[in-house]
């Protein structure tokens, strides 16, 4: 196979980023792009020099040279846009979360095998470094059995007042702790089985963004191992980093933290005091470089050398389910078990 030919649904932060990247890589050609907005889809045709834009996405699946296509629409809507790719008969790179119900999640899998279609899943924090050293640590038995572990993902405000716009129709967990979910399953290699949360709104519903300030999880696995997956929404916007995110893992002879609130670089002007972030994402001499580009490009490995993504549908489907529990936790006030 020569270029993968992709399309992408859903041009705003994240979708920019899908358009920049892949116009800019070799085993990638971004041969059309669809979003709600024309002029949105104007600006990214113009900027990267993409030939086709729609504004009804179903439109640019009528063409017939896409290979793949990006689904990077906000949480609860990344379904009807993924089904509708795999039943085309193209691959999906689906942003996280996967989806926002097991129902939804098990359909694209029984339509991605029904097509022979391969789905990624943009856990992009599997090609951060130190995670995946994490993961081999333990895999490795050198810490021995994992008992415990802890994440936390808690951003400031403005990403829920500012950042995106539709924070009241998703959550601190489906936004951040799905990530987490998605590492803690990879390191303890096993599945989630029942979980139990709280949560509370008062900041942000004030702010008539009506969604919870933070949430807390407590998710049990099946190797009996359990995990707490702390999200939230409200740091003040002094904190010098958008997300302080910590994890630790906690075994029979030994333990690993990785603290990437701080990565490596701070920086103090007459303005203010921050701690940017680099590791997912940075120009480097005119390209981009981090876990983010890597976890791209190897989707188009996934597809020219037709093996299974490094994450898959699968995985995405495991995280819903942990997060559905989840959130019927929060609303039940008891002990969920994960479909
Ligand atoms: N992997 C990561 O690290 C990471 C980071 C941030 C966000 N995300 C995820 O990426 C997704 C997108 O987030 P974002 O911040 O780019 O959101 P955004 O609001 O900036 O952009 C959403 C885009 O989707 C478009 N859209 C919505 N419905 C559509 C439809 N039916 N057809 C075509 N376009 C449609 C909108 O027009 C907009 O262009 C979310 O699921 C979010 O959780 C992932």
């Known amino acids: ?41 104007d600006e990214m045709c113009g900027r990267y020099q993409i030939k086709n834009g729609y504004t009804d996405y179903r439109k640019m699946l009528e063409r017939n040279d896409l290979d793949a296509v990006v689904v990077a629409t906000p ?15 193209r691959h999906a790179l689906v942003e996280k979360p996967f989806t926002t119900s097991v129902a939804e999640a098990d ?32 895999a490795s038995g050198k810490i021995g059995k994992p008992l415990a572990a802890y994440a936390r993902k808690n951003d400031t405000i403005f990403v829920a007042t500012d950042y995106i716009s539709w924070a009241g129709e998703t959550t601190s967990a489906w936004f951040l702790s799905s990530h987490d979910i998605d590492l803690i399953r990879w390191i303890f290699d096993s599945e989630p089985v029942e979980a139990r949360a709280w949560g509370r709104k008062e900041v942000l519903a004030g702010r008539g963004i009506p969604t919870y300030d933070v949430i807390q999880a407590q998710v049990r696995f099946a190797s009996g191992a359990f995990a707490t997956f702390e999200s939230a929404w409200i740091y003040p916007n002094t904190f010098p980093s958008i997300v ?29 005091y921050t701690f940017p972030k680099g590791f997912l994402n940075m120009e480097v001499f005119g390209r981009m470089r981090g876990a983010f580009p890597s976890c791209l490009e190897d989707f188009l490995f996934a597809i020219r050398d037709d093996r299974a993504p490094f994450v898959t549908g699968f995985d995405g489907r495991q995280v819903t389910a942990a997060l559905e529990a989840i959130h019927r936790s929060l609303e039940s006030g008891q002990t969920e078990p994960v479909g």
Do not use: C
């Open 1 to 41: 196979m020569e270029r993968v030919r992709v399309g992408i649904i859903g041009l705003g932060i994240m979708g920019d980023l899908y358009a920049k990247i892949y116009s800019a890589h070799p085993l990638a050609e971004v041969v059309a792009v669809s979003a709600l907005r024309q002029a949105r889809v």
């Open 244 to 272: 302080d995110s910590f994890v630790e893992v906690l075994a029979t002879a030994g333990h690993i933290h990785m603290d990437r609130k701080y990565e490596s670089i701070e920086v103090s002007t007459p303005e203010s």
């Open 107 to 138: 359909e694209l899998l029984r339509v991605a095998e029904r097509k022979g279609r391969k789905i990624q899943v943009a856990f992009n924090h599997r090609w951060l470094s130190p995670y995946h050293q994490a993961k081999t640590t333990v």
């Open 75 to 89: 949480d609860r809507y990344h379904f009807a846009p993924a089904r509708d790719v795999l039943d085309s008969g």
